[in-house]
C-alpha cells in the first residue's frame, strides 16, 4: 500500500550524487545540464544542490565549505541539519565515477512524480463539468507535453552559456556551410532564401494577399518543397478538403493545368507523367488535415503535438488565419489577436516555422496603388506585433489587363524581424498552381526568363 502513496524516489541516489559533487569538483559539469533543485525528493538535498548550482554560476569552487557557506549565507543551514548532515553526504561515497549514472536515475525518478502530479491534475479537472471538455483535452494534453519536454532546462542561463553554444554552432557552419540546413527551413526558391535567410525554426510567418492572388499555391509549394528535403511537414487547411489540396499537389508536381486535371481532360502524354509524379508525393513527408471549422486553435495544437513527438515535425502551414478559431466569438478582432498569440507561442514550443496565411482588407481595392501595406492585414489585432515575417503577394495583372509582367508575382516583405525587408519576384503559373525562380535576361528590360526546377 506504501508504493501507491509515497511518490516514487530514491534517498540513495539523491544522496551518491550530491557526495560526488563534495568530493569532485568538477562533477558538477556532468549533471548541471541534467538536474535542477526541484528534481530531488528531499527537501535538504534540494537546498544543496541549487547551492552547488550557485557556485558553479559563478565560477567558485564547489566543496564542503563553500557549499556550507552559500547555504548558511541563505539562512538555511540548521534545516538541513548543519556540518554533520554535509559531512554524512561526502562519507556515503567513495568515488565519483558513477555520478551521471544516480543523476539519472534521480531525473527518472522525478519524471515519474511529474507523471503523477499530471494526471492528478487531469482528474481534478476531468471533475468540474462546468469546463468544455475541448478545453480539458488541451490542458491534459499541455500537462502531458510538459513533462515530455523535461530535460530541457527552462532556468535563467549565464550569457557565457550561449555565447559558447553560438560559438560552436557559427564555427561548425563557417567550416561546413551546408550544415546551415540544420538550423533553417529553405522555401526552395534562392531569391526567397537570400532576402529571409530561409525559414527560422520558432518563426511565425505570414503570408498575406487578397483572394486569388496565389497564397494557398504558394505556401503549398512551399510544403513540397521542405518534404523534398525529407522533412515533415503538417498542413492544416479550413478553405480546402485533403482531396483537393491534394489535387493541387498533384497538379504542381507534374506541372500540368490543374483545371484538366479536375474535369479528367489530361492528353495521354499529360496522363503519363502522373505515375512518377505520385510515387514522388508518395514518398513525401507532408501530413494533411482539414478538419471543420471550431476550437481550431487547440485542434492545432493537439496535433502538432503529437506529429512532433510520433515523427518529428519541420514546418506547420495553416490555410487560413481568419477561418481560426479559439471559441471568443464575442470580440472577433482580440479573437484573431489570442490566435496569431498562440501560433506564436506554438512555434516557440515545438522549435518550428509556421506559415500562416492571411486574408487583406478589402480597403486595397479603394486605394490607386493596389499595393499591400501591413495596416491592410484583416483584423489584424496583434498579428503585426506578434509575426516574426510578414510577407505580402501582389500580382499587377490580376489588376492590369495589359499588365507588361504578366504572371509576375512580387512577394514584399514588409516585416523582418531579424533581417531586411524588400521584395523578392517569382513568376506564377496559375494553371499548375506552381511558381517558379525568375532570372533576369537583361538587367535593363522586363524581359524574364524561369526555372522551372522548383
Do not use: C
Not at 548532515?85 to 519524471?111: C, D, P, R
Not at 494534453?141 to 527552462?154: A, D, P, R, Y
Not at 471568443?328 to 509556421?354: C, F
Amino acid at each position: 500500500m506504501s508504493n501507491l502513496t509515497t511518490p516514487p524516489h530514491s534517498i540513495d541516489a539523491e544522496r551518491w550524487v550530491l557526495g560526488s559533487l563534495l568530493i569532485d569538483k568538477d562533477g558538477i559539469i556532468h549533471v548541471a545540464n541534467l538536474l535542477s533543485g526541484n528534481d530531488f525528493y528531499d527537501p535538504a538535498h534540494s537546498i544543496v544542490y541549487e547551492a552547488i548550482l550557485d557556485l558553479y554560476s559563478r565560477n567558485r569552487p564547489i566543496d564542503s565549505i563553500t557549499v556550507r557557506e552559500v547555504i548558511d549565507d541563505q539562512k538555511k543551514l540548521e534545516s538541513i541539519g548543519g556540518n554533520p548532515f554535509l559531512a554524512g553526504l561526502m562519507e556515503s561515497v567513495f568515488t565519483s565515477a558513477n555520478i551521471f549514472q544516480y543523476a539519472q536515475i534521480v531525473k527518472n525518478k522525478s519524471i515519474l512524480r511529474k507523471l503523477i502530479r499530471a494526471g492528478n491534475e487531469i482528474i481534478m479537472n476531468w471533475y468540474d463539468e462546468a469546463t468544455d471538455t475541448t478545453e480539458l483535452l488541451e490542458k491534459a494534453e499541455k500537462s502531458l507535453f510538459g513533462v515530455t519536454q523535461t530535460f530541457i532546462q527552462n532556468k535563467l542561463v549565464p550569457i557565457r552559456d550561449i555565447l559558447n553554444a553560438r560559438y560552436e554552432e557559427f564555427a561548425s557552419i563557417h567550416a561546413d556551410p551546408e550544415l546551415v540546413d540544420r538550423h533553417t527551413i529553405s522555401t526552395g526558391y534562392p531569391s526567397f532564401d537570400a532576402k529571409l535567410g530561409g525559414f527560422k525554426r520558432g518563426d511565425l510567418i505570414i503570408l498575406a494577399a487578397r483572394p486569388s492572388m496565389g497564397k494557398t499555391a504558394m505556401a503549398l509549394n512551399f510544403a513540397q518543397n521542405v518534404a523534398k528535403k525529407w522533412r515533415n511537414v503538417a498542413m492544416f487547411s479550413l478553405e480546402m478538403s485533403k482531396e483537393q489540396i491534394t489535387d493541387r499537389l498533384i497538379a504542381a508536381a507534374m506541372a500540368v493545368d490543374s483545371w484538366k486535371l479536375q474535369k479528367w481532360k489530361l492528353s495521354e502524354d499529360e496522363f503519363s507523367k502522373m505515375g512518377d509524379a505520385l510515387e514522388s508525393l508518395s514518398r513525401s513527408r507532408i501530413y494533411l488535415d482539414d478538419s471543420p471549422a471550431g476550437e481550431w486553435l487547440m485542434s492545432i495544437k493537439s496535433k502538432a503535438r503529437r506529429l512532433k513527438m510520433e515523427s518529428g515535425l519541420d514546418l506547420i502551414v495553416i490555410d487560413y488565419l481568419q477561418l481560426m478559431s479559439n471559441g471568443n466569438s464575442m470580440n472577433r478582432v482580440q479573437e484573431v489577436s489570442d490566435i496569431s498569440r498562440g501560433l506564436k507561442s506554438l512555434a516557440r514550443e515545438l522549435d518550428v516555422p509556421i506559415v500562416a496565411l492571411s486574408q487583406l482588407s478589402r480597403a486595397v481595392e479603394a486605394r490607386p496603388d493596389k499595393r499591400p501595406v501591413m495596416s491592410d492585414l484583416r483584423e489584424s489585432g496583434s498579428i503585426e506585433q506578434d509575426a516574426d515575417i510578414i510577407a505580402m503577394i501582389y500580382r499587377d495583372d490580376y489588376y492590369n489587363e495589359f499588365s507588361e509582367t504578366p504572371g509576375v508575382t512580387n512577394v514584399m516583405i514588409r516585416k523582418n524581424r531579424n533581417g531586411p525587408t524588400g521584395q523578392v519576384d517569382l513568376k506564377f503559373e496559375k494553371s499548375q498552381q506552381k511558381f517558379y525562380e525568375i532570372e533576369k535576361a537583361h538587367s535593363g528590360d522586363r524581359e524574364y526568363e524561369w526555372d522551372p526546377g522548383y
